[in-house]
């Protein structure tokens, strides 16, 4: 019996189930899903002849790299977020007592919120439960102490 010559794009895919799975049952599974019956022989011998370990190893370095710049990425404007928040704290301190800025107050509070969101995105481990002030303090405090409606 003569052995079945298969597509480089067959055997592309093939590789691209076994990344996800790193299982060669599943690929054969997945690969019959999809029309084709190749057998799990034949699935070993392509992991061998074409170093799919090392191959897959390159895409996770890979992958880890481009992470890891998103990450420092995030962090850097995390600070730069960090920073004009104090700028922002600085400002609303040396306002006379009474005086409003509605459109600083919205920036700022856009602001915290970004600071929030970047920072659950970088640590999402650190979230807490419910730690903020409830919705009924926080229009309390609009109405009481920033005279807003």
């Known amino acids: ?17 076994w990344y996800d799975t790193r299982n060669d049952s599943e690929v054969v599974r997945l690969l019959k899903s999809n029309g084709y019956n190749i057998t799990r022989t ?3 011998s392509w992991r ?4 799919w370990e090392t191959r897959a190893e390159s895409i996770d370095v890979k992958k880890q790299a481009a992470q890891d710049v998103s990450i420092s990425f995030e962090e850097s404007l995390l600070l730069d977020l960090q920073k004009q928040k104090e700028r922002y704290d600085v400002y609303f301190d040396n306002l006379p007592a009474g ?15 970004k600071l929030i969101n970047l920072r659950n995105k970088i640590n999402p481990k650190d979230k807490k439960k419910n730690t903020g002030l409830k919705h009924e303090n926080i229009d309390e405090i609009r109405k009481e102490l920033l005279g807003l409606d």
């Open 1 to 17: 019996m003569a052995k079945q010559q298969y597509s480089n794009e067959i055997r592309e895919q093939a590789f691209l189930f």
């Open 42 to 44: 034949t699935i070993a």
């Open 48 to 51: 061998e002849k074409y170093s």
């Open 99 to 113: 005086k409003v800025d509605n459109q600083a107050m919205y920036v700022y509070n856009q602001l915290c919120e």
